[in-house]
């Protein structure tokens, strides 16, 4: 089942999301299909569940389409429950992205090289893994969903300045996506 995603200017994206008890989610499989069914459908690499309209601890993650740079992330598709970031080391470096609940703006964000994150995957086993390159750069950006933070808050005031005229339309739903989303409710009669 395919949800739509919650545009840039809802609340739920700006929440820090809550741990998921496996008790409460004995289905929590069936939501990470969901999940990635939805962002394939979307052609994103990566997709958190406050996107999706749940305040949950979860991010899906496919990362073969970058596997024409960094080979090793053919196979690279988890689930990411209750992650805590641990440790970020490195120089940050800078990387286009994007966001799909922000369509059609991409913008440099600079961010460091590696990550280190405790996670259970969907069947609850823990992890603690480290992550570096391009996998480590979409786990970031998810890892942010989940924290209520968006990757245009990276950006200088320059750019957010340039860019606020596109992120208030995209809010009112004035943007053409060819994929299904959810946007605030637009106020009338003024
Ligand atoms: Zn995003």
Redesign the pocket.
């Known amino acids: 089942m395919k949800y739509p995603i919650i545009a840039y200017g809802d609340p739920v994206l700006r929440r820090v999301a809550t741990n998921i008890d496996p008790v409460e989610y004995p289905h929590i499989k069936e939501l990470v299909e969901n999940m990635f069914e939805t962002m394939y459908a979307a052609r994103g690499v990566g997709l958190?569940a406050p996107?999706v309209g749940l305040s949950m601890r979860l991010f899906v993650i496919d990362a073969s389409p970058f596997d024409d740079d960094e080979p090793q992330l053919k196979d690279f598709k988890k689930a990411f429950i209750n992650a805590q970031i641990l440790e970020e080391t490195g120089e940050e470096w800078p990387f286009n992205e994007g966001?799909?609940?922000i369509p059609e703006i991409r913008e440099d964000v600079y961010r460091k090289p590696e990550v280190r994150l405790s996670y259970y995957d969907e069947n609850f086993k823990h992890h603690e893994e480290t992550f570096t390159g391009l996998a480590a750069r979409v786990i970031q950006?998810e890892y942010d969903?989940i924290e209520g933070k968006l990757?245009t808050d990276k950006l200088s005031p320059l750019r957010k300045r340039l860019i606020q005229k596109r992120l208030t339309d995209i809010s009112k739903g004035e943007i053409k996506v060819d994929y299904r989303m959810k946007f605030p409710a637009v106020k009338k009669g003024r």
């Open positions: 958190a996107q966001c799909l609940s950006h969903h990757f």
